[in-house]
């Protein structure tokens, strides 16, 4: 299963509202997961089946979708918000990422 | 808490063989599977495979098939990832990670081992 995030790069400012997309080529139901990157660290969980936030992570991260289609969505970007952002499918094998969306300071 | 521990920083000739450790802590080890990622540099992630620590059942990626071993030891806690036959292209940093199934997502990530292929 392939998984196309868009866009694959994206510049914001502090405060804007921001939705990434993945796009995936068959039907995974709710099995989509968004993970975090920053620099020289390891992928941080922020948003597991779809829609539902990992315990910790701020409320202004918030995750849609289902069977084909997923949006996450950062309500008001925050300073420490600027990362790279990866979806992931759990619905079969081989569990695939996409490739990634870096999210930049305007 | 939670840890998973990684081997350190390897430097491999091409045809050469590497294995890194993953030591786990803080929770019953064979309640949980493992998956181990590998990134190569500026790039994204990559799915190598995955590990059941109840019976050592594994899930290979096509590509890797054959060059690649993923093994447990229970009375250590710790999982281990071999690839042999390295190529220039294995150059990468390599995550051992937590696998929640009620969840099915990786909450928990090894700090990552960065293995680079040389002559």
């Known amino acids: 299963i392939q998984l196309t995030q868009s866009p694959s790069s994206l510049s914001a400012s502090v405060g804007d509202r921001v939705t990434i997309t993945c796009r995936a080529s068959?039907?995974?139901?709710?099995?989509l997961v968004w993970y975090q990157q920053k620099p020289g660290k390891a992928p941080k969980l922020l948003i597991y089946?779809?829609?539902n936030l990992q315990s910790g992570v701020p409320s202004r991260f918030s995750g849609s979708g289902s069977g084909t289609d997923f949006t996450l969505t950062i309500s008001s970007l925050q300073p420490e918000d600027f990362a790279t952002y990866y979806c992931?499918?759990?619905?079969?094998?081989?569990?695939?990422f996409g490739q990634g969306t870096r999210l930049e300071i305007k | 808490q939670v840890q998973l521990v990684q081997s350190g920083t390897e430097v491999k000739k091409p045809g050469a063989s590497v294995k890194v450790s993953c030591k786990a802590s803080?929770?019953?080890?064979?309640?949980?599977?493992f998956i181990w990622v590998r990134q190569a540099p500026g790039q994204g992630l990559e799915w190598m495979g995955w590990?059941?620590?109840?019976?050592?059942?594994?899930n290979y990626a096509q590509n890797l098939q054959g060059r690649v071993t993923m093994t447990t030891d229970t009375s250590t806690s710790t999982a281990y990832m071999e690839l042999r036959s390295l190529r220039s292209d294995d150059t990468a940093v390599y995550y051992c990670?937590?696998?929640?199934?009620?969840?099915?997502?990786?909450?928990?990530w090894g700090q990552g081992t960065l293995v680079t292929v040389s002559s």
């Open positions: 089946a779809a829609s």
């Open positions: 990670a937590r696998v929640e199934d009620r969840i099915m997502a990786i909450d928990y």
């Open positions: 590990i059941s620590t109840s019976n050592g059942n594994t």
């Open positions: 068959q039907g995974i139901t709710t099995y």
């Open positions: 992931q499918q759990f619905n079969n094998y081989p569990i695939t």
């Open positions: 803080g929770y019953t080890f064979t309640s949980y599977a």
